[in-house]
């Protein structure tokens, strides 16, 4: 676990990563360690342990970026846009009131205010912080 895999924080069954292709600074996923490609697949204990990392994820999200919302969703096969093919995850991605801007429309690309190394540490030390 470290920058190079981007990977924040591992649990018992499932960890917390950034998304190496983000929305906006801050965009994170859970993950299980069990490969599957649904929810309904997963056992309880492991899609307990995913949404205990996706609150934890929300508040050190919201100590570290001060979003005004999130989007927090499962892209569940490729019809639904899920990118990593047999690979259930969560994404969590802060939001503020006009974050979306015409870069994405028109030049096909994003806008980051930070390097995802920035993104994280940031992140990494909010949640070794007691928040």
């Not at 929300?58 to 490729?78: D, E, H, K």
Request: net charge negative; charged share 20%.
């Amino acid at each position: 676990d470290s920058a190079e895999n981007l990977i924040v924080v591992r649990g018992t069954r499932a960890f917390l990563i950034l998304n190496k292709f983000p929305y906006t600074s801050g965009h994170v996923m859970v993950v299980p360690c069990q490969h599957t490609d649904a929810l309904d697949l997963l056992d309880p204990f492991t899609r307990a342990e995913m949404m205990e990392l996706v609150s934890r994820a929300t508040t050190v999200l919201r100590a570290v970026y001060t979003p005004q919302g999130f989007n927090i969703g499962i892209n569940m096969g490729s019809a639904a846009g899920a990118g990593v093919p047999g690979h259930i995850h969560i994404h969590i991605v802060p939001r503020w009131g006009g974050d979306t801007n015409f870069m994405s429309t028109v030049g096909g690309v994003r806008v980051l205010p930070e390097e995802l190394a920035q993104t994280y540490e940031r992140i990494k030390k909010g949640w070794e912080e007691d928040l």
